[in-house]
């Protein structure tokens, strides 16, 4: 999207190859909303310690980058044996991979491309690798610009629409999925607004949401994590949409970012109409029960402290509850498909309990191939 | 309430009054949860300052110390002609009742004491005003220790309570609302859990409730204010008990920290009792619905930003938000009385609906008078 930098306006992805270098070129997410940067990786190694170290963060923007860093990784071997190249991105597959265990998107990122990197010489996979991480990277793309065509129509002038944490164009590559109906429809012109929920306790909404929109200049609040429900009581909102990190096709039950739940159960109650904006590679064909996924809880440390800048321009952290208590932190809920009006997908709105139904316009087919191999 | 101070445990309230020195004695409440601290207010305006300035904060608490600062005036008079010493405190009355315009609790405190100041002579009122005080603030610990022994009974061996805010003793003089029944329940020995809600975006459950239970020794966990639908979806809340600001006597409506709603909303959902536990002066007896409850809109960047403790022990604020963004902040909400279990009073739980028809039983004729003089 379209960021305005040293008082220039130029349109960036979150991550990109620079093929003469063989580089990965990245925005340095750990300094928004204070700064601007863009990083380069000039190995897979380095690729990968950028992934883990969280540079980079979403589903779509790490599974892309870590196709190029499978691509990269592929360009610096020597030698023409098709079984040493082989073993060769063997270990670059698992050095990617590593670099966040529990993240499925690099792994499916990744073996897409292997499925497909068949070529009779070491020569013709390298260039296979470069441009099967390449279309990868532009699927990405395609599908969230899909998803801001259709799910762009459920917002009118004067539309107050409640989001969620980060479902922004810097999870993915370009776009974002629950941003991507909002950025279609400022490109038409429509006048509408965003509340943005903070987000604790990570802060995502706040931080990364509020500088997505306000580099388009989408008019948007900050609202503490408690307000919407406020807001909803007093008609201040029309329409939510939320991002998700795992939908289960034969359920129709979302994970996502911890308090979605809330939100969906809210929105419920107020008849405020509650869509969910996923990529087809969110959608989990396997499991049968929202009860059967795991609840990351993630470190204390992350409630008992905020994370900010100071008045002086330094980035720290500081501790915000008492000293002695400790914290609880379970990082995603699931709400259940009765909460959720749609889900926007790539191939159009889908009731979540239809899901199963439309399983092959969903790519289950090709997903299944994965999922077996 | 019990506070381990310097090594040594030691009973305190909130405030209370040094009759020799003629100072009022308060915890100074913006150092906690990082530090305890009692100071000293010398004259009426130095206590007048301390209420504005948040030194102390909580209904019953600045109603206390309004009240002292009344008696404390009062002292200071020279002379014996009647009409001047209620000249001198209609003036320290107007100096204590401008610290938090908003703020009821003073200005109730503060008339009913007046209204029974009526001795043959100036020396004579003068200790009226030091024994009305010190009324005014036992009667605030006597209604919040029966709030403690009824609302107890809520509280079995393994009850996991949520609560939200701080409707702690530092809200009060001692015992508090909200946590009243929660120190009943730990006298008695019961085994129970508490879960703060860290109640962005001031942090009160994080800083103030989180250490309140520390001090005394009750298993407490901080949540993000997100997490309690999921904790509640997985049966991991049985109960949840929070304070008010203002609870209106006609209808049963309960305004109260921002996210309360929210909070009765889910407890509705997964048929967990909610309970919001008040001292009789938090009734108002006159408004007859919600929607003319003004909704107090603080600064946004109470939002925009987080207070804190650096690692090298400085006191400080961060920016946590993009910097170029606005918010809305919207400081209470209002819950119906149909998500309400009950209302824990000092003379009995009773249902919200039913608040006027017991209001006789609920003081309302002391304080019908007070309105209407």
């Not at 992805?13 to 620079?18: A, E, K, L, Y």
């Not at 099967?132 to 004067?158: M, P, S, Y």
């Not at 109906?181 to 509408?192: I, R």
Request: proline share 4%; glycine share 8%; aromatic share 6%.
């Amino acid at each position: 999207m379209k960021v305005t930098h040293n008082g220039k306006s130029k349109h960036f992805r979150t991550v990109w190859f620079d093929k003469t270098k063989n580089h990965i070129r990245l925005i340095e997410q750990r300094l928004l909303p204070h700064q601007f940067k863009i990083i380069s990786t000039k190995s897979y190694q380095e690729t990968s310690q950028a992934i883990k170290d969280m540079v980079v963060r979403g589903a779509g923007a790490i599974g892309a980058t870590a196709a190029y860093g499978l691509a990269q990784g592929a360009q610096i071997f020597q030698g023409n044996g098709i079984k040493t190249f082989e073993k060769h991105i063997a270990k670059v597959f698992q050095t990617l991979a590593s670099a966040r265990p529990t993240a499925i998107d690099p792994i499916n990122a990744m073996q897409s491309m292997l499925s497909r990197m068949h070529g009779p010489s070491v020569a013709n996979r390298k260039l296979q690798a470069l441009d099967l991480a390449e279309e990868f990277a532009e699927d990405d793309v395609t599908h969230c610009q899909k998803i801001g065509h259709i799910g762009e129509q459920l917002i009118q002038n004067g539309t107050r629409v409640l989001t969620h944490c980060n479902a922004g164009w810097l999870a993915f590559v370009d776009h974002g999925s629950a941003t991507a109906p909002m950025y279609s429809a400022h490109e038409k012109n429509k006048k509408f607004h965003v509340f943005c929920d903070e987000t604790r306790p990570r802060s995502q909404g706040a931080a990364l949401t509020a500088w997505e929109l306000s580099q388009q200049g989408i008019s948007h609040d900050i609202i503490a994590d408690n307000a919407s429900g406020h807001l909803m009581q007093r008609g201040e909102i029309d329409l939510v949409i939320v991002g998700s990190d795992r939908t289960l096709g034969k359920t129709g039950e979302v994970t996502n970012k911890i308090g979605t739940y809330t939100k969906a159960v809210l929105a419920k109650r107020h008849g405020i109409p509650f869509y969910v904006a996923i990529p087809l590679s969110t959608i989990d064909w396997k499991i049968n029960s929202g009860l059967k996924i795991p609840i990351e809880e993630r470190a204390s440390e992350e409630v008992l402290r905020a994370w900010g800048v100071s008045d002086s321009g330094k980035r720290l952290s500081i501790s915000i509850a008492n000293p002695s208590s400790t914290a609880r932190n379970p990082s995603f809920d699931i709400t259940p498909p009765e909460l959720i009006t749609g889900i926007i997908t790539p191939v159009g709105i889908i009731q979540p309990k239809k899901l199963w139904k439309n399983r092959l316009k969903l790519g289950y087919d090709n997903i299944k191939k994965n999922l077996c191999s």
